[in-house]
């Protein structure tokens, strides 16, 4: 079983940026790839970026692309989410995710279904 737990969330203008964190434990950290996927009010939950179990491959979506950097540090079993330029459509609960499974293609990572367990969510408020 793997706890995840996020913080660093809140309320922060357009442009600003936020830090989120995202606290593992229950399993070896560096033995599973990490995600983040968002959910605004309304809206189905999406993939945001993930990071393999080593660190040295990232996937963003689009939409945060060149924005957010996703970071781990297997020390101390964490996961990072740095978030610059924010938007109002940015406005979401972010959740952290992480995957057990091994990808055979980069694809899978963007795909909810891959992962195994999630974090309670975190709100993130942009303001215009």
């Known amino acids: 079983q793997v706890q995840l737990v996020e913080s660093g969330g809140g309320l922060v203008q357009a442009g600003g940026s936020l830090r989120l964190s995202c606290a593992a434990s229950g399993r070896t950290f560096s033995t599973y790839a990490m995600g983040w996927f968002r959910q605004a009010p309304g809206k189905e939950r999406e993939f945001v970026t993930a990071?393999?179990?080593?660190?040295?491959?990232?996937y963003y979506a689009d939409s945060v692309k060149g924005r957010f950097t996703i970071s781990r540090d297997n020390a101390k079993s964490t996961v990072f989410l740095q978030m610059n330029s924010l938007k109002p459509e940015d406005t979401a609960i972010y959740y952290c995710?992480?995957?057990?499974?091994?990808?055979?293609?980069?694809?899978?990572?963007?795909?909810?279904?891959?992962?195994?367990?999630w974090g309670q969510g975190i709100q993130v408020t942009v303001s215009s």
């Open positions: 995710t992480a995957a057990l499974v091994r990808c055979a293609s980069s694809s899978c990572y963007y795909t909810a279904s891959t992962y195994d367990y």
């Open positions: 990071i393999s179990l080593n660190g040295v491959y990232t």
